[in-house]
């Protein structure tokens, strides 16, 4: 990928990066996860960070997902937005399980409404153009 994700902290007096971007966390059990997200508040807040409400979240994602959730009478899996991709719980042909990603559907539909107006303007240009 061209974008890699990066986090930065900085315990010095000065505080460079304001924010931590593109930050993905993946715990085995609900309760590492809830209790992670407690200390990550906690620990950005000693610096005068916070995590974005609006953007963050919880959600039952990996191996055993989507039996859980059929189990409980639910539908498929949660997906996540994450570097222009969404990712989502799937199977391989031989049942195994995988993580697969597609466009964002935001992303696609701007960048074809882009390609789509360069075209109209584009429409009666003489050929040498």
């Known amino acids: 990928m061209r974008r890699e994700p990066h986090v930065r902290f900085c ?3 000065v505080v460079r990066f304001r924010r931590a971007t593109h930050l993905v966390i993946g715990c085995q ?3 590492d996860g809830k209790r992670l997200l407690a200390e990550l508040r906690d620990r950005l807040s000693q ?3 916070s995590v974005h409400e609006g953007k963050t979240r919880l959600i039952e994602f990996g191996r055993f997902a989507a039996e859980r959730r059929a ?3 639910q539908r ?3 997906t996540f937005d994450f570097l222009g991709f969404t990712h989502y719980c799937s199977k391989t042909r031989n049942g195994k399980f995988v993580v697969k990603r597609k466009t964002q559907a935001k992303r696609l539909l ?3 409404k882009t390609i789509r107006e360069d075209m109209l303007d584009r429409m ?3 050929v040498r153009e």
């Open 124 to 126: 009666h240009a003489p």
């Open 71 to 73: 189990a409980a009478g």
């Open 76 to 78: 498929r899996p949660e």
């Open 29 to 31: 059990q609900e309760r």
């Open 47 to 49: 610096f005068g960070l």
């Open 11 to 13: 315990e010095r007096a």
């Open 110 to 112: 701007r960048k074809l």
